[in-house]
Structure formats: structure tokens, C-alpha cells
DNA sequence: ACTAACTCTTTACGGCGTAAGGAGAATGCT
DNA sequence: AGCATTCTCCTTACGCCGTAAAGAGTTAGT
């Protein structure tokens, strides 16, 4: 994968000097062929998302699409740019924990739409135009609190991170609800009395009790769909806040 | 996939009521073939699994590993268990902090032997013994600092969350890197000046002060196969200490 | 008018999971 | 002992996948 061939898709700059072209005119745009791929994905998941299938509705061949986009591997990563342009600004936020508190919801926001994100946010910044802007976004808001540039990036890893686990759970709990048909609770109606016979009371004190006090049951209660997202997220920006005064104090 | 054969299959139950089979005896064990399978998974990856490379190192055909497994799914499953079984201890931990620090460890460790593992974790538990133990063990180190059972859940879901998006991060770093033959900071070497070109300074003055100041060449400043792993928990401990001190005090 | 450049097509290859059905081996029953 | 049953493991086959190769058809420059 060519990093200037991919660089040069994902910012649209592929047919900027050329413009005489010689044979018959396009008849898609690559915005065209990254959108109907993004619905065919929300729709199936990545894994069902093929060439063959993201050509069907525009009705072309597989093959003419390798015209616009060099495969599928890039063709995921213009997919993956395009999504994140739906994260909202933090210019108006107050403060650096609001920030950064709209920076995480603005990823969950995200991954709900599109289930398939969440496995593809890397390390390795591919820095299409929107996650540049998101980049940017989220360093100016950590630019003024007095954390070293190394603790800023460990920052936005660190929520990341979070965002990345915390919405790949809930992605997988409504992937596999869908494929086997049964919702979060009937998978624990079915699977909870099989559980009580495989797991010892005895064996496995501390998971019985909590077990029994029946809060797996409970929606949200840190499993499930909507897994204590919250929760979760107002722990890790305490655990930053903490940093900031230590940082502030010492 | 249903639930009881898969039970059974994680507890290895399977052939416990029937002792005497009439057939020719069974050649290979589900443990040989889980062990083969994680074997194959380590070296080129969950996507490169399939059950003809399974089989081949045994010997077999694919279509023989039927027998011993209903599909590939369930299959996947028990590896999954398996590698959990590598979890530490944490009976011997000093208080929950360290106890929590240990369970953090000890997951992103198997993420980084098996970096198949982090996508798999999902939040619908499929409770093989392994599992079980690490879930009756992280439980039992929670039990006594005071928190209701719905708090040590989601913390328990937001260590999870932490170490699985940190793991997928450092596990992605690294499988790019084998693919495309670079190193993170040849990738960086590589695209560096590409990026310079496209990103302009004033319109993404935060991310090109953060860039410019050279943080993002620095191993383990956050992003990279080590990113900031470290930082990043001890951040999550201090926010969920926070609240241990709240639920304390109030 | 001719040719070069370009788009889009058809065909093909080697991979995948697994359904179907058949060959051969070991047991239980008579 | 001999037969029927039951089980393991095999080969074959189907419909998916990404994409390489090569050809048909369209447009523009000369």
C-alpha cells in the first residue's frame, strides 16, 4: 500500500493536475463509491463488505472500481476518514474536560452509527483531511492546561483507548445479538441457567455473589449495549484531571 | 451457535456421558487442535485462520475437524479461553489497586503474545472455565473496597474496555508494520514530508505545534507499538481511586 | 482518419467455510 | 464367528471473496 498513492486518495488530490482526460468521462466519483460502500457496511458489517456488493447498487462490475480506488484496503480507509467527519467540533466547549468529555462522546456517537469503526481507529494515523481536523481539534483544546506535548498525545490515546474498547464492546454485544436473533437479555435467560450448573458456588465465590445480586440482569449496568459507558469515561477523565493538578501543584 | 454445544465444548463435556463409542477410536483431542490453532493464529493472524491450515500441521483433512468441533466460530471460542487460562493470579496482590494493576497486566500481556485476541473480548461472556476464574478473580479483589455490585462491574468493563483499545492499538501498530515491511518510524520517515505538504500550519496550528515539537517521533510518547500503556492506566486507577474515596467519604 | 489514452467489462485463479455423501474401522449383538 | 451399527475421516462440490489479465468500446489529440 503506497502511502502517497493513499495520502493522495484520501484528500481527493488524485486527478487534480490532469485534467484533459483522453478516454470516455467517469461515470462515478470516488465520495459516490466511499458512500454507498459506508451503507453497505452499516448495513452488513465490514466483514460482509465486498467489491462485488458495493458495485451492485451503482450498478457497475466489481472490476471498474479499481478505476477509482486502487482496492478495497484503501477504499476502507477513505470509508474510515469520510465517518470521522461526523465527530463535532470542540471550539465552543468550556474548558478542557468538556473538551475532551465531547471528544469521547463525539467517538461513541460514531462508532453507534457505523459499528464497523471502532476495530479500524489505529495508531498509525492514516491523516486523511477529518482526522486531521479531529487531531487538531483536540490538541488545541489540551493546548493551554500545562501538560508536556508527550503527555497531550498520551492523553488522546488514552481516550482513544477507552472509546475504542468501551464502543467495540457494545458493536459486538448488537453484532451478536443480531446474528443469533436474541436480544442481550434472552441471551441470559438461555445461557444463565446452563451457567448455574457449569459454575460452582464454591469454586468461584466472588463471581456467584455478585451473580446472584442480579445485577448482570440489569441494563447498563456495565455489560451489555450501552455498557457504562458513562461511567467509565468520567473515571478516566478524573484520572486526567488528577494528572493536570499534580501537574499544576508540582 | 448454540449456547449448550458451546458450553459444553468450552468445559470439554462433551464425551463425558458417552463412554463407549462404537466407532474407530478419535485420532486427535480438541485441545490439540485448539493448541494447533492458537499456533496458527500467533504467527499469521485470525484472519489467516482457517480450517485447512488447522488441520494440515495434524495431519487431517479440514472436513475431519468437524468432528471435534461444530465450526470455525466455536472454534475460535475455545482458543480464546484457552489464552485466558494465561492470566495471573491475583490472590497474592496487596490491596485492590495493585490487584486491578495486575488484571490490566496480565490481559495486555496475552494481548501482546496473541494479538488475535483483543477484537475477540467481546461483552456477551462466553464463561469458559478461564475465563470464569479471571471474571471470579478480579471480582474478589473488588469485593471489599465498598462499592455496589453494579460499580465493580463497569469497572471491571472499564479496565476491559482500556486494555482491549490499548492492545488493538500497539496489536494494529504491529501487524501494519510486518505487512507493509516498515517499522513505525521508517512509516513515519516515509509519510513525515508527504504530510507536511498536505497539512498546512495555519489551518491545523495545535496538531503542527504538537508535530513540530517532535513528540511524535519519541517511542512510546503515546502512540507506537508501546503507546503510553503505562500512562494510560494509572490514569483509569487514579479515576476509579477517586471514586472509591467519594463513595468513602459520602 | 488514425492513434493513444482511458473506462469498464468478462473471465479466471486460488483462497475460504462447510454441506453431502461415501469408505473403512471398531464395537455390540446374535 | 459373522453381521449390523456407529463412528471417524475422506473426497467432492458450491458459492463466496479480492484482484490479475486482457479485451471491447469511447473519447480526445493530431
Known sequence: MDPART??????AEHEPVRPARGPRQGL???RIVRTAIAVADADGLAALSMRKVAEPLGVSAMSLYTYVPGRAEL???MLDEVLGEAPSLEAADGWRQALERYARGGMAIARRHPWVPPLVSSRMLMGPNETARWDGVLGALSGVGLPEREMLAVVHLLDGYVRGAAQQSADA???ARRSGLSYDEWYEQTGPLLEKTISADRYPALTRVW???VFEEPG???GPDGGFEFGLQRVLDGIERRVADRFAG
Open 212 to 214: 446472584r445480586s442480579g
Open 7 to 12: 495520502l493522495a486518495l484520501l484528500w481527493r
Open 221 to 223: 449496568a456495565g455489560l
Open 76 to 78: 476502507v480507509n477513505c
Open 29 to 31: 466519483t470516488v465520495d
Open 174 to 176: 448488537e453484532h451478536d
